[in-house]
T-cell receptor
Framework: DAGVIQSPRHEVTEMGQEVTLRCKPI?????LFWYRQTMMRGLELLIY????????DSGMPEDRFSAKMPNASFSTLKIQPSEPRDSAVYFC??????????????FGDGTRLSIL | AQKVTQAQTEISVVEKEDVTLDCVYE???????LFWYKQPPSGELVFLIR??????QNEISGRYSWNFQKSTSSFNFTITASQVVDSAVYFC????????????????FGDGTTLTVKP
């Protein structure tokens, strides 16, 4: 079975440009998470969706960040305009959330983002 | 509020040594789930194991073992006879009983412990 698929794997762009990160969750999973990982801050939860609906976006750093999940098989994280401090590895994860929260999250390989 | 503490930021051992990674959690729920994930140098996070709050049996999988103790709110991970391939960042995570959509699938992660195994 295919895992969580993220694209692109690497992105290098100049400050001020718009960046769009993409994620395809595992088929059948109903919860999707976006994380950011840096050396300084570790693994941070940015936003998560359940059944395509954003549940908690309190981790989104500022208005420059936005995320959408138009359907069960696709999500995007957009940064506009990008800044050098946004440089990080961005992970998407999905899980099957049933009556209990007993299922692990499955992570994509991440997108390594560098803003020059 | 739930919290996961991995007090050991970095651990360095020599190959074949045993090493224990500590995880202490806080939760008010009586039903909860604990997880360990591994992040090798290649970067991906991989799920290792899950325990639920009503099953305190320790688990062993090859060189890996997990010690869950509710009395001390700990879920420690031991690697026996460590190998260089065990070098990674290890994350402990907690998820509480589901409350509708507000926490569906959500886990709280510790800050991770970086394990370096030297040859």
């Amino acid at each position: 079975d295919a895992g969580v698929i993220q694209s692109p794997r690497h992105e290098v762009t100049e400050m001020g440009q718009e960046v769009t990160l993409r994620c395809k969750p595992i088929s059948g999973h109903n919860s999707l998470f976006w994380y950011r990982q840096t050396m300084m801050r570790g693994l941070e939860l940015l936003i998560y969706f359940n059944n395509n609906v954003p549940i908690d976006d309190s981790g989104m750093p500022e208005d420059r960040f936005s995320a959408k999940m138009p359907n069960a098989s696709f999500s995007t994280l957009k940064i506009q305009p990008s800044e050098p401090r946004d440089s990080a590895v961005y992970f998407c994860a999905s899980s099957l959330s049933g009556l209990e929260n007993d299922q692990p999250q499955h992570f994509g390989d991440g997108t390594r983002l560098s803003i020059l | 509020a739930q919290k996961v503490t991995q007090a050991q930021t970095e651990i360095s051992v020599v190959e074949k040594e045993d090493v224990t990674l500590d995880c202490v959690y806080e939760t008010r729920d009586t039903t909860y789930y604990l997880f360990w994930y591994k992040q090798p140098p290649s970067g991906e996070l991989v799920f290792l194991i899950r325990r639920n709050s009503f099953d305190e049996q320790n688990e062993i999988s090859g060189r890996y073992s997990w010690n869950f103790q509710k009395s001390t709110s700990s879920f420690n991970f031991t690697i026996t006879a460590s190998q260089v391939v065990d070098s990674a960042v290890y994350f402990c995570a907690l998820s509480e009983r589901r409350r509708g959509s507000t926490n569906a699938g959500k886990s709280t992660f510790g800050d991770g412990t970086t394990l370096t195994v030297k040859p």
